[in-house]
């Protein structure tokens, strides 16, 4: 499955397409981490628990989205795009769509 | 009485530390920051499509003037690529801007936690794209993650997603 966010695919053709398929997350932090966060927060800087909360949401994320595609018979998702909102306080929901098509290499031409 | 003072005490404290902390936490990020800019200028990146750098023989337009040598070797494949970094603001930023934010104008101590969270964010997404020639199409997401109340210290989260692109090896 080629993933991009270009909305098209060098040297391919897209010869069919399956719509728009998506994928989210909604992640909430484990308890002790997050009030270990929250007292880091006072002293600033970079807050590693939730990079990881958030990056973990975003490949599970991507993965349901590409699950999506696979079972429409598509094998590349074009024109990704990511949307991240908090949901409540400590919790994040990772929104992520693109549009799945079937595409075929482009035979070279000399 | 003895409440109060001891509250306004504990806010000192808080201030004082988190001033000192806070600053000390930004600087040496923003150092670490620029000294890993430095090597990861060599993988360009444009939010334009790949097509007008390559100078694709099915469009219009030619690769920019500006990225010179022309690239012109033939794409060999292209992959979704990503980072995203979390940063906080502290207890002493976020008293001092709510008191500059009462009479207006920019508020250079927030700005400098975006500006740390978008950097980093770029850094991982050219490590994410370790190997290729540039990154095309390149896009900034940003969201704040704190609770709804006024005195929560804002945390915030840039995501920069793009396609990397890898040439033929000639």
Known sequence: ?110 | MNEDIIELIIIGVLLVASFFTGSYIETSHLNDIKKRERVARRIPFVSTRAREILGDTNSRGGALPQLTPTIEAPIARVELVYGSAVVGADYFKTTLASIVSLFGGNLPTLESVLDRARREAVLRLIDDAKGSSYIANVRYETSVLSEASSNSIPKVEVLAYGTAVYLQEK
């Open chain 1, 1 to 110: 499955m080629i993933l991009t966010n270009l909305d098209y695919l060098p040297g391919h053709d897209i010869k069919d397409h399956f719509g728009v398929v998506n994928g989210s997350t909604v992640r909430s932090k484990h308890l002790g981490r997050d009030i270990f966060a929250g007292i880091k927060n006072v002293f600033g800087g970079e807050l590693d628990a939730y990079t990881e909360l958030l990056e973990e949401s975003r490949e599970q994320a991507i993965e349901r989205m590409v699950a999506q595609a696979k079972r429409s018979g598509a094998n590349a998702i074009l024109n990704i795009r990511f949307s991240t909102s908090s949901v409540a306080s400590g919790a994040a929901e990772i929104y992520v769509y693109g549009t799945a098509v079937k595409v075929t290499p482009r035979s070279a031409v000399s």
